[in-house]
Nanobody, 127 residues
Framework: QVQLVESGGGLVQAGGSLRLSCAAS????????MGWFRQTPGKERESVAT????????RTADSVKGRFTISRDNAKNTVYLQMNSLKPEDTAVYYC????????????????????WGRGTQVTVSA
C-alpha cells in the first residue's frame, strides 16, 4: 500500500499561483499512475489532472487546461500540480491519488481507477 501526503494548499487571490505537492511512501518500488482530484461540499470528486508513471502521458480537465500542469519526480516519489491564473471556482479540497500499474504509459482517469488517496489539502481562491 502507498501512503500519500499532500501539501502546498492555502489562500490565494484570484490570478495567483500555487504549487501542490504529493509525497508517496510505502510500496513505492512498483510503478504507479497518479492524479489530482478536487471536491467541494455537495459535489462529486472530479478529476483535475492525471499522469502516467513515466510522466510522458498526462490528462487535464478542460476547466483547468492551460492553467494547471501536472508533473512528477519519481526519484523523490512526488507528484506536483502547478496551478496558475487561479479562479474563485478553483476553490476546493485537492486530493492526490495513486494506483499501481504494469504499464509506464498508463493514465488512470476516474476516481474509481485509483487505489490510494491522500487526506487532501484546502485551496481557497478569493475574488
Amino acid at each position: 500500500q502507498v501512503q500519500l501526503v499532500e501539501s502546498g494548499g492555502g489562500l490565494v487571490q484570484a490570478g495567483g499561483s500555487l504549487r501542490l505537492s504529493c509525497a508517496a511512501s510505502g510500496r513505492t518500488s512498483s510503478m504507479y499512475a497518479m492524479g489530482w482530484f478536487r471536491q467541494t461540499p455537495g459535489k462529486e470528486r472530479e478529476s483535475v489532472a492525471t499522469i502516467s508513471w513515466s510522466g510522458g502521458t498526462t490528462r487535464t480537465a478542460d476547466s483547468v487546461k492551460g492553467r494547471f500542469t501536472i508533473s512528477r519526480d519519481n526519484a523523490k516519489n512526488t507528484v506536483y500540480l502547478q496551478m496558475n491564473s487561479l479562479k474563485p471556482e478553483d476553490t476546493a479540497v485537492y486530493y492526490c491519488a495513486s494506483t499501481p500499474t504494469f504499464s509506464s504509459s498508463y493514465v488512470a482517469l476516474s476516481p474509481t481507477d485509483f487505489r490510494s488517496w491522500g487526506r487532501g489539502t484546502q485551496v481557497t481562491v478569493s475574488a
